[in-house]
């Protein structure tokens, strides 16, 4: 699992950062958006992602500088010819921004897409992924967003079955998963005593835009990695607290307290340049020491 940064800018881009969104690339090969600010299909173009690989959309809320982006995306996706589904999640309102958009500018698409309108709670669960929404401390309704990958049943010991006598065959495929299989001569053979310890999934919390919520510390907890807005520096909380937004040291304490393996740390105000950088991850490890600044184009690996 890979994360690619292409907007980490609140509000309005800069000259080095564009405004939020951040694509999570799954195995075997696809990819989900977090977030589509203005833009979002020009940083496309600047990275390895590819738009046919979009298989969904996660919208945290619909200020501008997230989801602007939404209407070019989609129509230049459809003006490539790019048959992939499409399905986009986000707060009420998403709907009529998206069809509203098109409508208004004699635009379609030509994919199949879905958009569905959540609220806190299990978004979608695909047997290999779930994620889950999480309600945060924003001016508009906002959502964070936990996504889980399930954990994988470990290594089949072939060795063993053929020491206890049981022959390979197609049912190997339902031992793998745990399941419970009867062979030509009656006996029942339970997968799951052949089966090595279980492989944990891996798990990332991608906050929207917050101030310190009460819903934090569930939506982080235990992750491999947190990513969470910094919005503006430790000496100025009240004014980020006052517009829904967090500083460096909230966001650590978050990190810190909710047990994450790493914090990478986005969403700056523009008023921050390169030379402030050092100065913000300062502040940020200063209360959680695995922390990282994200850049546009930045890759982690989960």
Request: charged fraction near 20%; hydrophobic fraction near 40%; include cysteine.
């Amino acid at each position: 699992m890979y994360l690619t940064f292409l907007g980490t800018c609140a509000g309005v881009p800069s000259l080095q950062r564009n405004v939020t969104a951040i694509a999570l690339s799954l195995p075997p090969g696809g990819d989900w958006l977090f977030d589509c600010g203005e833009a979002t299909q020009h940083q496309y173009m600047r990275s390895a992602l590819k738009p046919g690989k979009l298989e969904k959309i996660f919208i945290t809320h619909l200020h501008g500088d997230h989801i602007f982006g939404l209407p070019g995306l989609l129509t230049s996706r459809s003006m490539a010819s790019i048959s992939q589904p499409l399905t986009i999640y986000g707060p009420p309102g998403i709907k009529a921004f998206v069809d509203n958009a098109l409508s208004l500018s004699s635009s379609w698409v030509s994919f199949p897409m879905e958009i569905i309108e959540i609220e806190a709670g299990v978004v979608l669960d695909d047997g290999e992924y779930r994620v889950t929404a999480y309600p945060m401390n924003h001016v508009v309704p906002c959502l964070g967003y936990r996504i889980e990958q399930h954990d994988k049943p470990g290594t089949l010991d072939a060795a063993r079955l053929k020491a206890d006598g049981i022959p390979s065959g197609p049912w190997f495929q339902l031992l793998k998963q745990g399941k419970t299989v009867t062979l030509d001569d009656g006996r029942q053979i339970d997968g799951t005593a052949y089966l090595g310890p279980a492989v944990k999934g891996k798990s990332v919390a991608i906050f929207g835009d917050t101030a310190p919520a009460e819903a934090s510390l569930s939506l982080a907890r235990g992750v491999d990695v947190m990513v969470h807005e910094t919005t503006l520096e430790a000496a100025m909380a009240e004014k980020a607290n006052s517009r829904g937004h967090s500083t460096t040291i909230q966001a650590a304490q978050i990190a810190r307290d909710a047990g994450a393996g790493r914090l990478i740390a986005t969403h700056f105000s523009s008023r921050y340049g390169a030379q402030d950088m050092p100065r913000l991850l300062a502040e940020c490890q200063s209360v959680f020491t695995a922390t990282g600044l994200a850049q546009d184009f930045a890759v982690v690996e989960i």
